[in-house]
């Protein structure tokens, strides 16, 4: 009989220690949910500050996270969430979850040195029955070739027989981090059955999402196929509005059009793709292509939304030009990557300003949502030359267009994400135009 047979069991009755690996944005929320559905739950990470931060009950997550920092203070209270940076600790759990950052470095190869450690932690501390589920997103192949071999090689265990081995991806989104945990659907990559039985033991007990149990690889591929999907399908429309731009034509009004037939859906046009998730998992993705990777339909779209920013950049100089603007001062609306989020990582914003940088332009930078650039938007706007919006913060969509008129220089605004009302921009006496659409002067009735 199997070690693992009777495990699914032991974790439907809260029976079994539960380790997470990696306090960050994926193993912080699951520690703190899966300690208030019943479990003790050991959280470890190589980060003292923020093992100490946990241990007062306080939530090291920057952000708006509703609801973390009171579940965290509650399952800290009530003595089911312990954090440590002892490893050693690790002996006492019969479930581990790794949470740990799997980046791809600058030649867009997955750099795997937390997981290594994690497993390295991890295996001469486990025991026959154990089981290790990995939420970090890696590329197809990397449970076989880099998990499996790490944890049996430290701990003597065999895959499949008396240790399981699982991927159970994450799908958590920055603001919506609970909200996730408990609503997306899950894949449940297991080595076996009895180590599948386990999972959805464990994840039944907090998703309320479809859980689908897979192979470890079917798993790997499903994760980073659905974010390399998405920025393919954001190339698209990226490409889309550079040729509506050489060709005199409104994205905005065609990609409308155009998801009036059926099974169509083209996303927004956009200044370029940040975040921690996309910008990197289509590499993941093209990893088992090895040299091929960089040929691929992935590097191609990841390419295009890599040179947005740059491009997008390029069009509003060239539109204040041809406004007799040389050199201009540019009120820059929007730094963070995503709208209504304080989060920068990978943020378009921060290429497009070196673009204008190399251009001779100066600008001024405003966003409500990051700290560095949340101070008065008329402050920030006054004595530019012209604006342009690069994020669709709600804040930016009720603005006072006559206002913004006054305190512009040139009444020229640039609007990379469509979040004003081109009519009422007209009213207002701007010269309003967008990404992907035709400058003010190309009279639009051809279209009315
Ligand atoms: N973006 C566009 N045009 C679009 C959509 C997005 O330019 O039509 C840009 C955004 O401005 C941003 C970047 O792409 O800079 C990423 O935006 P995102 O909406 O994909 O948000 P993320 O990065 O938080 O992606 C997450 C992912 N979720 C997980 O990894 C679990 C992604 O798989 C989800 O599809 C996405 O959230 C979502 O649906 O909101």
Not at 10 to 20: D, G, I, K, L, T
Not at 199 to 206: G, I, P, V
Not at 403 to 424: F, K, Q
């Amino acid at each position: 009989m199997s070690e693992l047979a009777g495990l699914a069991a032991r974790v439907e009755a809260r029976e079994v220690p539960v380790a997470v690996v990696g306090l960050g944005y994926v193993g912080l929320p699951a520690a703190c949910i899966l300690a208030t559905t019943g479990f003790r739950v050991l959280g470890v990470d190589t980060k003292a500050d923020r093992v100490a931060s946990i241990a007062r009950g306080e939530n090291p997550i920057e952000g708006d996270e509703p609801g973390l920092s009171e579940m965290l203070a509650q399952a800290v209270g009530a003595g089911r969430l312990q954090t440590t940076t002892d490893p050693d600790a690790l002996g006492e759990a019969r479930v581990i979850l790794i949470c740990v950052d799997t980046p791809v470095d600058t030649d867009h190869r997955p750099r795997y040195e937390a997981l290594r450690a994690a497993c390295a932690a991890i295996a001469p501390r486990l025991i026959a029955g154990a089981l290790v589920i990995v939420e970090s997103t890696i590329s197809p192949g990397t449970m076989e070739a880099v998990v499996i071999p790490a944890l049996e090689a430290g701990s003597g265990l065999r895959a499949g027989d008396d240790l399981g081995v699982g991927h159970c991806p994450e799908r958590v989104m920055p603001g919506r981090l609970l909200l996730n945990m408990r609503t997306m659907a899950r894949v449940l990559g297991a080595s076996d059955p009895e180590t599948a039985r386990a999972m959805r033991a464990l994840y039944s007990s907090f998703v309320e999402g479809q859980l689908d149990e897979a192979s470890l690889l079917t798993a790997e591929l499903v994760k980073t196929a659905e974010n390399a999907y998405r920025d393919v399908q954001i190339a698209f429309a990226n490409q889309l509005a550079l040729v509506c731009e050489a060709a005199g034509g409104d994205v905005w009004r065609v990609r409308e059009l155009v998801n009036r037939s059926p099974g169509r859906n083209v996303l927004l046009p956009g200044p370029g793709v940040g975040g921690h998730c996309i910008p990197k998992d289509p590499w993941l993705l093209a990893a088992p292509l090895g040299e091929g990777a960089e040929g691929s339909l992935l590097a191609s779209a990841r390419g295009l939304n890599d040179a947005m920013p740059g491009r997008a950049a390029g069009i509003v100089l060239a539109e204040l030009r041809a406004q007799g603007i040389e050199s201009p001062r540019v009120a820059v609306l929007g730094y963070s990557y995503l709208e209504n989020s304080d989060d920068t990582r990978n943020s378009p914003t921060v290429p497009f300003l070196e673009a204008l940088r190399a251009a001779g332009a100066t600008y001024a930078v405003h966003d409500p949502w990051v700290e560095e650039f949340r101070g008065d938007l008329w402050e920030v706007v006054r004595g530019c030359d012209a604006a342009t919006i690069l994020v669709a913060h709600d804040e930016y969509r009720g603005m006072d267009l006559g206002r913004l008129r006054e305190a512009l220089g040139h009444p020229v605004v640039i609007d990379t994400r469509a979040v004003l009302d081109a009519g009422a921009a007209a009213s207002a006496g701007l010269l309003y135009r967008r990404l992907g659409s035709p400058p003010p002067a190309v009279p639009a009735h051809r279209d009315a």
